[in-house]
């Protein structure tokens, strides 16, 4: 059985930071490109970043280039998210997916966590 079971989300006051990891078991988590997403209340859900399977390439979404990090441990089936300089606007439940290709994540298939909620106050 494949899960993905992120953690790290909270509140955290704006400018701080948090940082999310996720869990992988129950697949090859080493071939599957690794990616954080948002979605908040009343809006799409949107990709915050990727990265794939041996680390060679990462992209953001542009309101978080510069201040998120996407990074990821094959050996620990773990994907990382390092969010810096928060803001309200971060406000979100951030999903976990993994999947062979980022094609697959972009049209919600793939693997996918439960979420975790990120809450910024100013």
């Known amino acids: 059985q494949v899960q993905l079971v992120e953690s790290g989300g909270g509140l955290v006051q704006a400018g701080g930071s948090l940082r999310l990891s996720c869990a992988a078991s129950?697949?090859?988590?080493?071939?599957?490109?690794g990616a954080w997403y948002r979605q908040a209340p009343g809006n799409q859900r949107e990709l915050v970043a990727f990265i794939t399977p041996r680390s060679s390439a990462t992209n953001y979404g542009a309101s978080v280039k510069g201040r998120f990090t996407i990074s990821r441990d094959n050996a620990k089936n773990t994907v990382y998210l390092q969010m810096n300089e928060l803001k309200r606007d971060d406000t979100a439940v951030y999903y976990c997916a993994a999947a062979t290709s980022l094609v697959l994540l972009q049209t919600g298939s793939g693997n996918w966590g439960q979420g975790t909620q990120v809450t910024v106050s100013s």
């Open positions: 129950g697949i090859d988590f080493s071939i599957n490109t």
